[in-house]
């Protein structure tokens, strides 16, 4: 079965733009969950979705939003865009991140200047 | 907050040799996953953790998990070119949030 996609893979943008990244989850996962990668910090959580809900959310400015779809499709969105918000998005599914296996998508390379 | 230290950040070794990556948190873990990440891809799940002292082996790979729950290693036997990657650990704390640690980069030269 197809694996967790992400679009776009790479994108470029400039400080103070916003910016919309989507995920299509595997069929029959419910669960989406968020994270932002940096060489820095690492692997960071940014916010769950379940079932069209926030679930959970992670330690980032209200200027990291996200939304679920009647689908399970998420996009995940960036406002006011820092130099810091340079950064590798990965989005998992699973069936219910609470109890199953996420699987992660190739991520999308996002790129502030 | 929970944190998760790995170590060695880098490993560089000899197609052959032996290595073993560190995982260690002052917090408890109710469970404790690994990951490996190669260049332009996600993170793949290798492993899950659950009871204090459990050993599991993946073909050449060895996962345990500290008695206290705390800690965790992965032990690579004979390693090839194709385990070159990031390996990640992962910990769910109870809080219902993931936390990862920063990851140890591994490079297996021919």
């Known amino acids: 079965k197809a694996g967790v996609t992400q679009t776009p893979r790479y994108l470029i943008k400039t400080r103070g733009q916003q910016v919309t990244l989507s995920c299509s989850p595997i069929s029959g996962h419910r669960s989406v969950s968020w994270y932002q990668q940096t060489p820095g910090q690492g692997l960071q959580f940014l916010f769950e979705?379940?079932?069209?809900?926030?679930?959970n959310k992670g330690n980032f400015p209200g200027r990291f939003s996200g939304r679920q779809f009647s689908n399970s499709r998420s996009e995940m969105n960036v406002s006011t865009l820092e130099l810091g918000d340079s950064a590798l998005y990965l989005c998992a599914s699973s069936r219910d991140r609470l109890t199953d296996t996420q699987y992660f998508g190739p991520g999308t390379r996002l790129t502030v200047l | 907050t929970q944190l998760l230290e790995q170590s060695p950040q880098f490993l560089s070794i000899q197609e052959g040799e032996n290595l073993t990556v560190y995982c260690n948190s002052s917090s408890v873990f109710s469970s404790l996953q690994w990951y490996r990440q190669e260049p332009g891809e996600g993170p793949v799940l290798l492993v899950t953790?659950?009871?204090?002292?459990e050993v599991k082996k993946l073909k050449r790979l060895t996962f345990q998990f500290g008695d206290a729950r705390k800690d965790s290693s992965l032990h690579i036997t004979a390693a090839q070119p194709g385990d070159t990657g990031l390996y990640l650990c992962?910990?769910?704390?109870?809080?219902?949030?993931?936390?990862f640690g920063k990851g140890t980069k591994l490079t297996v030269n021919p």
């Open positions: 953790v659950v009871t204090g002292g």
């Open positions: 992962a910990g769910d704390g109870g809080s219902e949030k993931l936390v």
């Open positions: 979705y379940f079932s069209e809900t926030q679930r």
